[in-house]
Structure formats: structure tokens, C-alpha cells
């Protein structure tokens, strides 16, 4: 293949990308065609069938194309040796809705994933992006957690697997409703404030478990094996 010929394919897929993009948030992943997605990028279908065997596949390389605020998050969720831990998973959580707010890709792809899925007519590429976020975000932050607990910035009786549910709730909550609506307000602007908000009282008032005797973490996992 000659280098034209190989720019000429690789715009072809670019632009079938970028109309993916805009037809699959205007109807959905369930209602959107492969019709629908030449059309909008002024080609043929088979010119989308010569790149992508299917829609799952056109979309899975669509969601490639960006990492999702949370994914952000875990690339850089270990605990840094300048930072305390609650410091580092603060300044995570403000880089994941800053990427979303000044990232137009990112917001596309996010939007796609979480806004636009029905459950059951999803593509297995949507099912397994939410899936991994989720896990991998829950993972992450309980590990953060247990990095306050140790150094002491959080009580030993800190319930770690809650205090991450309410942070992933909390995030997702707010990024879910932000893609919904950009215009509502200024997400890049009022990231620092609203997780310092849900860090404050995390620390204040942190969960505790309840109805078990207490063992610091270090200890019980090391109890455990």
C-alpha cells in the first residue's frame, strides 16, 4: 500500500470515528446503524464494513481513542511518597473532572458509555468499559484508603469498601450529570471545591465498621494472608 493510499484509509477511519462519535450520542448505541454512521460521514457502508467488521467493533475503536475520567484517576492512584494519602486521592479525583470538562474527546466517550447505553442492547465493548472502569476505580481508591488507615488519617475502624462506594458514587454521580448538561455550570471550576467538600467530611465524619472487633488494616491483612 502505497503512503497516500495508507493516509487516504487512515482519514476514512478518522472520519467514520468522528461520526460514530456524533450519531451514537444523538440515538444511542442500541438505535444507532452503521447506515447511520456512513451517512453522517458522507461515505458508503461498505466503506465502513472495509474498516470495522461491526458496530461493536467500530465502537470499541471509537472508546480507544480517549481515556475515561476514572481511568485517569487509576493510572495515578498510587500513593505518593510527597503526598499524604487523602491528599493524593483528592488530587486524583479533581484530575478526573478536570479531564472531563477540558477534554472534548474524553467527554464524547464518557458520554457514549454511561449516557447512552439501554443495559441489555449495549455492545459487549460498552459492557466491558463500564465493568473495568468501575472495578478498576473501586480497587484503587480502597487501596488509597488503606494508606490513610495506616498512616493514620483515618480511624482504624474506618470502613474502607463504603468510603470508596460513597467516592465513586460521588464521581460518577457528578460526571454523569455534568455530560448530561455541560452548560450547567463550570465543571473545570468547581472541581477543587466539590472534592475538597466530599474529602472534608470523609475525614470529619469517616464510616466505621460496626459489629466486629477492630483490627487496623496493616495487621489483618497480614492476619490473612
Given at each position: 500500500?502505497?503512503?497516500?493510499?495508507?493516509?487516504?484509509?487512515?482519514?476514512?477511519?478518522?472520519?467514520?470515528?468522528?461520526?460514530?462519535?456524533?450519531?451514537?450520542?444523538?440515538?444511542?448505541?442500541?438505535?444507532?446503524?452503521?447506515?447511520?454512521?456512513a451517512?453522517?460521514?458522507?461515505?458508503?457502508?461498505?466503506?465502513?464494513?472495509?474498516?470495522?467488521?461491526?458496530?461493536?467493533?467500530?465502537?470499541?475503536?471509537m472508546?480507544?481513542?480517549?481515556?475515561?475520567?476514572?481511568?485517569?484517576?487509576?493510572?495515578?492512584?498510587?500513593?505518593?511518597?510527597?503526598?499524604?494519602?487523602?491528599?493524593?486521592?483528592?488530587?486524583?479525583?479533581?484530575?478526573?473532572l478536570?479531564?472531563?470538562?477540558?477534554?472534548p474527546?474524553?467527554?464524547?466517550?464518557?458520554?457514549v458509555?454511561?449516557?447512552?447505553?439501554?443495559?441489555?442492547?449495549?455492545?459487549?465493548?460498552?459492557?466491558?468499559?463500564?465493568?473495568?472502569?468501575?472495578?478498576?476505580?473501586?480497587?484503587?481508591?480502597?487501596?488509597?484508603?488503606?494508606h490513610?488507615?495506616?498512616?493514620?488519617?483515618?480511624?482504624?475502624?474506618?470502613?474502607?469498601?463504603?468510603?470508596?462506594?460513597?467516592?465513586?458514587?460521588?464521581?460518577?454521580?457528578?460526571?454523569?450529570?455534568?455530560?448530561?448538561?455541560?452548560?450547567?455550570?463550570?465543571l473545570?471550576r468547581?472541581?477543587?471545591?466539590?472534592?475538597?467538600?466530599?474529602?472534608?467530611?470523609?475525614?470529619a465524619?469517616?464510616?466505621?465498621?460496626?459489629?466486629?472487633?477492630?483490627?487496623?488494616?496493616?495487621?489483618?491483612?497480614?492476619?490473612?494472608?
Open positions: 500500500m502505497t503512503r497516500k493510499t495508507r493516509e487516504g484509509a487512515a482519514a476514512t477511519r478518522e472520519a467514520l470515528l468522528d461520526a460514530a462519535e456524533t450519531v451514537v450520542r444523538t440515538k444511542g448505541v442500541a438505535h444507532a446503524t452503521l447506515g447511520d454512521v451517512q453522517a460521514a458522507g461515505l458508503t457502508r461498505g466503506a465502513v464494513y472495509w474498516h470495522f467488521r461491526d458496530k461493536d467493533e467500530l465502537l470499541a475503536a472508546c480507544e481513542r480517549a481515556s475515561l475520567p476514572m481511568e485517569a484517576m487509576v493510572a495515578c492512584c498510587g500513593a505518593s511518597p510527597d503526598q499524604s494519602p487523602l491528599a493524593t486521592l483528592r488530587n486524583n479525583a479533581v484530575l478526573a478536570m479531564r472531563l470538562a477540558r477534554e474527546r474524553t467527554l464524547a466517550v464518557f458520554d458509555v454511561f449516557n447512552k447505553c439501554d443495559g441489555a442492547n449495549d455492545a459487549s465493548s460498552m459492557r466491558d468499559r463500564r465493568r473495568l472502569n468501575d472495578e478498576g476505580c473501586r480497587q484503587h481508591v480502597v487501596g488509597l484508603l488503606r490513610a488507615v495506616d498512616a493514620g488519617e483515618l480511624p482504624p475502624d474506618t470502613d474502607v469498601a463504603m468510603a470508596a462506594e460513597v467516592m465513586r458514587g460521588f464521581m460518577l454521580g457528578v460526571m454523569h450529570a455534568w455530560a448530561r448538561d455541560p452548560s450547567a455550570y463550570d473545570e468547581a472541581a477543587h471545591p466539590m472534592v475538597d467538600m466530599l474529602i472534608a467530611g470523609l475525614a465524619r469517616p464510616p466505621r465498621i460496626v459489629g466486629r472487633d477492630v483490627v487496623p488494616y496493616r495487621a489483618a491483612s497480614a492476619a490473612t494472608g
